[in-house]
């Protein structure tokens, strides 16, 4: 079946820091893959995604390639602030979407320190 | 988001007691799914609609029962609530435009005590 690994935090960073956050899946075929972000109390929002192999996800300075080869789909930012302090999840969907919903990984918290 | 609420935001119930969970929507998707969110787990399908009155299981379904009477609106039912279904529950709707989004409500903590 299918599955999403990401790395576990919590991921501890001072702000203006590098921003590595793993994520491999398993899946037959070829499926789409996302970046969705869970503020404190809040529900998730969908950070970026990526349809196709080698696709380039970015938003608000986010970036994640689409790595077939390597069924990966790291993200990354340059320079962290305070804000980007949240959970991050990676997860997966068949491209033809569909009722088939979203694959989780569990989540890493990321906290960025002044 | 503006699209998807959930009702109530947050309940305490008694073990054995029955708990209804609602999901509203007004963007008039056909798929709709219920999730849980526990720590070290992420979150996990329990149910999910592909249209009026066609549900599935999901990967955690046991426990859990689902109706969806009309489009906008999706319920979960804990039958007889258990602590281990003590959770943070969200509902999603999607895919949206471009066929690969999915959006999310901002959730319903239960706690079953």
């Known amino acids: 079946g299918n599955s999403v690994t990401q790395m576990e935090g919590p991921v501890t960073l001072s702000e203006e820091a590098f921003l590595t956050i793993n994520c491999t899946y398993t899946a037959t075929g070829y499926p789409s893959l996302f970046w969705y972000v869970q503020y404190p109390g809040e529900g998730l929002q969908l950070l970026l995604k990526?349809?196709?192999?080698?696709d380039k996800g970015s938003n608000k300075g986010f970036e994640a390639t689409y790595r077939k080869e390597t069924t990966s789909f790291h993200l990354e930012k340059g320079s962290v602030q305070v804000s980007d302090s949240a959970v991050y999840f990676c997860?997966?969907?068949?491209?033809?979407?569909?009722?088939?919903?979203?694959?989780f990984g569990k989540g890493t918290h990321l906290i960025i320190q002044p | 988001d503006a699209g998807i609420t959930q009702s109530p935001r947050h309940k305490v119930t008694e073990t054995g007691t029955p708990v209804t969970l609602r999901c509203h929507q007004t963007e008039n998707h056909r798929y709709m799914y219920w999730y849980r969110q526990d720590p070290g787990h992420g979150l996990r399908l329990i149910h999910y609609s592909y249209g009026v009155k066609d549900t599935d299981k999901g990967e955690v379904s046991d426990g859990y029962s689902v109706s969806r009477s009309k489009t906008e609106d999706f319920l979960l039912t804990l039958e007889s609530a258990t602590s281990s279904q003590t959770s943070v529950y969200f509902c999603?709707?999607?895919?949206?435009?471009?066929?690969?989004?999915?959006?999310f409500g901002s959730g319903t903590r239960l706690t079953v005590v």
């Open positions: 999603a709707i999607g895919p949206g435009q471009g066929r690969y989004g999915y959006t």
């Open positions: 990526a349809t196709k192999a080698d």
């Open positions: 997860a997966l969907s068949w491209s033809g979407g569909g009722a088939d919903g979203l694959t």
